[in-house]
Nanobody, 115 residues
């Protein structure tokens, strides 16, 4: 059974930092492309950052230079270091694992940035 469990969300002031983590189990972690997505109230879910099975990264323009995605293969975890947070970064952050037709999501973790 596949489990993606996010942690690290919380309330932070603008300009602050948070680090999210996603613990994956039940999948062959090394072959999956991984990603973080977020959904703000009343908005659609959007891509934040992705990291391929080979370690190549991609970021939404809105977070470039502020967020860093990473993965640790031996721990089967993925991280998202978020610096210089802005109120518009507020939302529920979801972990995603994708390999061909296999696509899994975590339950999400809330990030709230106060101004």
């Amino acid at each position: 059974q596949v489990h993606l469990v996010e942690s690290g969300g919380g309330l932070v002031q603008a300009g602050g930092s948070l680090r999210l983590s996603c613990a994956a189990s039940g999948i062959i972690f090394s072959i999956y492309d991984m990603g973080w997505y977020r959904q703000a109230p009343g908005k659609q879910r959007e891509l934040v950052a992705t990291i391929t099975s080979a370690g190549f990264t991609n970021y939404a323009d809105s977070v470039k230079g502020r967020f860093t995605i990473s993965r640790e293969y031996y721990k089967t975890t993925m991280g998202l270091q978020m610096n210089s947070l802005k109120p518009e970064d507020t939302g529920v952050y979801y972990c995603n694992a994708n390999y061909r037709q296999y696509d899994y999501w975590g339950q999400g973790t809330q990030v709230t940035v106060s101004s």
